[in-house]
C-alpha cells in the first residue's frame, strides 16, 4: 500500500467532517461513521497489493517454462497483472 494506515485513518476522519459539514451525509455517531469509511478504504487500497500477491503466487507456478522461453519477469508481471485487474474489475 502506498499510503501508511494511520495516514488512511485521518483522511476518513476528515472525508467524514467534509461530508457532514456539507450536510452530504448525518449521523448520530461520527466515529462510528469514521471507522467505517476508513475500513472500506483501506479495503479499497490493499486490492492492489492482493493482486500483486496473486500474481506472484502465478508467475512462481510457471518459473521454470519462464526461465526456458526466456520470458522476462517483469513483463509478465504487467501481463498477469493487467489481465487480473481486468478479472476483478479493478481500477488501479
Known amino acids: 500500500m502506498l499510503v501508511s494506515k494511520e495516514y488512511m485513518g485521518y ?3 476528515q472525508v467524514t467532517k467534509k461530508l457532514i459539514a456539507g450536510e452530504f451525509i448525518e449521523t448520530k455517531d461520527v466515529n462510528g461513521t469514521a471507522e467505517r469509511l ?4 483501506l479495503e479499497e487500497m490493499q486490492l492492489e497489493d492482493r493482486i500483486n500477491d496473486e ?4 508467475l512462481d507456478a510457471y518459473q521454470e517454462e519462464m526461465r526456458t522461453t526466456g520470458a522476462s519477469y517483469q513483463e509478465m508481471f504487467k ?3 493487467q489481465q487480473l485487474v ?3 474489475k479493478a481500477v488501479l
Open 11 to 13: 483522511l476518513a476522519r
Open 38 to 41: 476508513n475500513a472500506a478504504m
Open 55 to 58: 500474481v506472484r503466487l502465478i
Open 79 to 81: 501481463k498477469v497483472k
Open 86 to 88: 481486468q478479472k476483478y
